[in-house]
């Protein structure tokens, strides 16, 4: 965890965000939080994600995501040398897919 985001401001934001129940309260809540462009933007950074966990090239990602390749390289980054909270979010995704 990057010390510098741990504030007490963000964990209340995030225990904020663990109260939400449905993926209405969630278009809900972060359409007031966020900018329509600051949340187009996060969700096409962990569909890139997803897609590089899947081997999926930079050329079919930024075709498929308009992402650049500027962005699907700090992604990419994050994948290999970060706290690997995308590996934890998108394995628990998967689990839950399986199940269906």
Do not use: H, P
């Amino acid at each position: 965890m990057n010390d510098k985001l741990k504030t007490e401001a963000t964990d209340t934001l995030f225990k904020a965000i663990l109260q939400l129940r449905s993926l209405d309260e969630c278009y809900d809540f972060f359409e007031d939080l966020c900018t329509v462009n600051e949340l187009q933007s996060m969700s096409q950074r962990f569909e890139v994600a997803s897609m590089l966990k899947s081997d999926q090239t930079y050329l079919s990602i930024a075709a498929k995501t308009g992402a650049s390749t500027a962005t699907i390289s700090r992604v990419n980054r994050s994948l290999s040398y970060g706290n690997d909270g995308y590996d934890l979010v998108l394995s628990r995704l998967k689990e839950e897919n399986d199940k269906k």
